[in-house]
Every structure is written in C-alpha cells, then in structure tokens.
C-alpha cells in the first residue's frame, strides 16, 4: 500500500544516515509522520522527519531536510522531491506505484485497507448498556452506532475485539418495571387498570410483558404481596425488555458479544473482590465525608463509608463505594465491573452520553488503580442528537407515546442513512438529525452522495458489459493526471483507516468517503462537456477498459469504507 511503501523508504533511509553516524544510534523517530501536505498542489506525501530529528543530528532542518530528499529523489518510486519552509520535505509519487496501488485494490478487494496493525492487542468496548426499562430510543442511537463503527475499525487493523453491553439491572429502575409489568399482568387478567400511575412506565411496549407473565403464572400474583411477585417479575420483565433491545439493535446491524449483569456481579460478590483488592492497597478506608460544598443540609449527619482514594489519581475528592445502609453506590458497582472487564482485556473503551462527562475523571483513576495501569482505559463522550422535521422538532412516537425509537427511525428511514448521518460528525458535537434532509436524493445528503458514487459506479459497469467492454488492467498506461488524481485519493484509505482506529474517530471514515465520491463525481462529470474525458468510449475500447477498471476499484474502496460503517453499497438507486 502506498503509504506504506513510502514509510518504509522513510525509514531506510533514516537508518543509512544513522549508519553513517548522520544521526544518533536510537533517536526516538515516534513523532516522525507521512501524510498528504494540506495543500495538494506542493505534492502527494509530507514527511516532517528533518524538522524533528534535527535537533538529534545537531543540523539546520533544511540541511538535514537536503540528505534525505537527496536520497528520495534517487528512489524510482518517487518522481520528485521539493524541501518547503523550515524542513517539510514534499513528495510526489510516480506513475507506475500509482497504477501498482489500483492493482493492490483489485487484488485485496474486500480486505483492501485493513492490516494488523494491531494484532495481539484485546480491546473491550462497552456501548450502549441502557437501562432495560424500555424500547431503545434516539438517546441511545448516536452511541450506539459510534461504538459498533469503533469496534468495526478496531478489527480492521487487528485487534480482537469483545464487544460488551453492560446490563443495568440491580438499581431502583428495575423494581419500577416490575411494578409496572405487575400492572400490565392485571390488565392481562381484564382488570380495569385506569390510567397508569405516575412514577411507572407507561408505553404500550410493557402490554406484552404483562400478557407473557398472564400466561406463564395464571391468577397466581393477582392479589399477593409485591414482596411475593417483585424478583420474579423483575427478572421476567427485564429478559423481555433484553430481547427487546437486542431486536432493536439488530435493526441497525448492531451485536454485542457480552452481555453483563449488574446484578449478576453483585451475586458472585465481584464487587467485594474488588473492595478487597483496595483495601490490600490502601485504596480504599474507611472515612467521612464533609458536607458539600456551598450548601446547607438541616439534617446532615457525618457517617463513616468506604472511600476509594480517588485523589490520588486526579480526581478532585475521594467517592464512597457504599451508600449508609451498605448497599453498593453506582460508582461502587461500575469500579467493580470494570476491574471484570480488564480480566480479559489489554484495553478498555466506554461509550457514554455527554451527560456522563462528570463521571469521567474517577472511574478513570479506579481503572488505574485496580489494573496498576497496566490497562488503557478510555472513554468517549457522544453527544446527544436533535431529531428534526423540515426544521422544526420531532418528539412523538408511535411506540412509546413520548419519545422516537430506534425502530421508528429505522422504519422511515432505513437502517444505512440512520447508521451513516450518525457518523457524519465529531462524535462529541451535537448534531441535528432531520427526517426529511436524510432522504434527500442531492449532494447535500452525504448519504445519498456516496452510495449514489457506488451505484453509478455499479450501473456503468453493467452497460458497459451489456455491450461487451469490461474493466481490464491490460492498458492503463492510457490513464491520465485526471484519473491518477482519482488514484491518489483512494490510495489514503489504508492510513485513513488507520488514523481512524488510532484516533478512536469512525467519523473520518465518513468524512473521507464524502471526498472520494466527491472526486469520483467530478470525474465522471468531466464527460457532460469534455467527450475525450467520457469513461465510456464508444470508438476506444483500451481506454473504455481502463478508465472502468479504475472506476471499478474507487467503488471497491468506497464499499470496503461503507462497510467499516456498517452501511451497504447501493447496487442502483
């Protein structure tokens, strides 16, 4: 792969000027970089490597800049070297490892892109985990498409990945839908249960739940104690709300290896596993906290709780692992499952909403502390997404009565333009998300513009076989700066992928499609008023073959891209 291929000039030739003691034996070269310059006009690679080893080799950037484009330019690969500025060294490719890059997309097909990078590295990614109260909704969505992309990327440069749904089911949410699956239970019995109380779930979705447990257990509950009915009806109503989430999920092509009970940890006592642990470092005492800053309790009392030494890893108080009557609090039970979580893994990955932004900074250092700070622990914040409608505010939905599903969505507007227009920003900015501009057939939807690129990739290469030309590499010596253009584009998708998984960033997955359909785009445009430049033609069948193998491999790219998303390539549209 080019970037490939040019890293690995870079670095024999930085190992020949250490040979000839031009630089140090052992340099660190970790901040030595190749990308494409930001403007393409000074070329096709960068390499800042004079400017950041200068100060190692005791030269002028420019005079250490000089020895290694001296070196560059002697290369067949490369076509010609300009130093720019302080020290950048500009390069662009030659032809032929141009057209050697559109035969290694034709060779690699589907794995075109991916590497192993990162292989021998197990990274657990945690995404999603609502509470199982109720159907997934559009709060949900935007982490969980980014979290399934991550995971898709992390795999394309080698890493194993387990991917993991933290079920939360052992907090006060969990007896509220017992309660409320109680209700729908007495309806399912012809009770007349009036309107639901406030406090429990109201949404249809719990109908159901209550006719399943009807069925299951008779009149068995109708009149008995909640103490009687409450486990079972927990444990009943949140299976069923499990199923329902996995069915929702699966509508956006989203799995998840793992499953994790919460209120399984607390039962096999991973939790006192982990309290122990602490405490045999002095991680955990046993103190009291002050009163919170700024404000007036009338009935605050000092009570002594276990306190995990959050301070001493940055965080700005030490947090209580227990509430006053010994129960786990949330920050407790979360310590506990992710010291689970980092049995297994050499790295783990939280994708939580924004609105968990204060949580950070402790749960960080309880990962440092359990692991020694042998795990890399990260975490991503994704913000929340507005739902529009041609502008103006959607919030009703058919399923819930107070809010939009997934699967409401995902029935409008399909699972590849939810997944996609998740994708299409940062994931910590907020982002609107507006029904009918995610259906809009222009260049200002990015979904339709890119699956549009692979679809009239797709219908050209069909005509043309209609009429008995096919894409063949015999002849692509007759493409030229307009189609190595094309070449060049494409042949960044290896390091974009890359750079993406380093940078835990799918969207710059998206972003780099929208570019190369894009470019593809204008090319074929050139033919509207150009006829020598119609990929198709009629009169010269070698260059016809050549300019559709060259199309045939950008939609090869743009479809392994629109994979790592989860998105199909549109055959037509």
């Known amino acids: 792969m080019l970037f490939h291929i040019f890293q690995k000039h870079i670095d024999a030739i930085l190992d020949e000027l250490t040979d000839a003691e031009i630089l140090p034996s052992g340099v660190d070269r970790g901040n030595v970089t190749l990308e494409p310059p930001r403007d393409p006009s000074h070329g096709d690679l960068s390499t800042n490597a004079a400017m950041v080893l200068s100060k190692a080799a005791g030269m ?49 097909g589907p794995e075109y892109g991916r590497s192993d990078k990162g292989r021998g590295v197990t990274v657990n990614i945690e995404y999603v985990s609502a509470n199982p109260t109720g159907p997934m909704h559009m709060g949900h969505c935007r982490g969980a498409v980014v979290g399934d992309a991550l995971a898709d990327l992390l795999e394309a440069v080698g890493h194993k990945v387990i991917r993991e749904y933290y079920v939360n089911d052992a907090g006060s949410q969990v007896d509220t839908l017992a309660r409320s699956a109680h209700l729908r239970y007495l309806e399912a ?34 009149d008995a104690a909640e103490a009687d009915w409450l486990l079972t009806f927990r444990k009943a109503a949140v299976a069923k709300m499990m199923d329902m989430i996995r069915s929702d999920l699966a509508m956006l092509g989203i799995r998840h290896d793992v499953f994790s009970s919460e209120a399984e940890l607390h039962e096999a006592g991973k939790a006192d596993a982990a309290e122990a642990e602490l405490r045999s ?28 030494r959050s301070t001493q890893f940055g965080d700005d108080q030490d947090r209580p692992i227990k509430k006053s009557d010994g129960r786990w609090t949330y920050f407790g039970g979360d310590l506990a499952y992710h010291f689970q979580k980092a049995q297994s893994a050499d790295e783990l990955i939280d994708i939580w909403g924004a609105d968990h932004s204060g949580t950070v900074k402790r749960i960080k250092a309880a990962v440092a502390a359990l692991t020694g700070g042998e795990t890399k622990f990260d975490v991503k914040l994704v913000q929340m997404v ?26 409008e507007v399909g699972k590849d333009a939810v997944r996609f227009t998740m994708l299409t920003r940062k994931a910590d900015a907020q982002m609107d998300f507006d029904f009918a501009k ?76 929208n570019d190369l359909a894009a470019a593809f785009h204008g090319y074929y445009n050139l033919g509207n008023d150009r006829p020598d430049k119609r990929i198709i033609m009629v009169n010269d ?33």
């Open 60 to 108: 002028k950037p420019r005079d250490l800049a000089g020895k290694i484009a001296e070196k560059l330019d002697a290369l067949d690969d490369v076509q010609s070297v300009d130093i720019a500025g302080p020290g950048f060294i500009n390069m662009r490719v030659a032809a032929p490892v141009l057209l050697g890059e559109l035969l290694e997309i034709e060779q690699l």
């Open 189 to 222: 019995l012809g009770e007349d249960i009036g309107t639901i109380p406030e406090g429990l779930y109201p949404g249809d979705y719990l109908k159901p739940v209550g006719e399943a447990l009807a069925a299951e257990f008779g009149e068995k509950y109708k």
């Open 281 to 308: 470092r002095d991680l955990v005492y046993d103190g009291v906290l002050e009163q919170p800053k700024g404000k007036v309790i009338d009935d605050w009392e000092a009570v002594e709780l276990p306190l995990f």
């Open 386 to 411: 507005r739902l529009l409608r041609n502008g103006e505010p959607e919030k009703m939905s058919k399923r819930s009565g107070n809010f939009v599903t997934i699967a409401d969505m995902v029935d």
């Open 438 to 513: 995610v259906m809009e057939a222009s260049r200002d939807n990015p979904v339709f513009y890119v699956q549009y690129a692979h679809a009239r990739i797709q219908s050209m290469l069909r005509k043309a076989a209609e009429d008995g030309v096919v894409a063949s590499a015999a002849h692509l010596d007759r493409l030229g700066e307009e189609e190595l253009e094309l070449v060049k584009l494409a042949a960044q998708f290896p390091r974009i992928i890359e750079s993406a998984a380093a940078s835990r960033e799918p969207h710059r997955v998206a972003f780099y499609l």
């Open 541 to 573: 069948p070698e260059t016809t073959s050549a300019r559709l193998f060259l199309a045939k491999n950008i939609g090869q790219t743009v479809k392994n891209g629109l994979a790592l998303m989860g998105v199909e390539a549109a055959e037509s549209m």
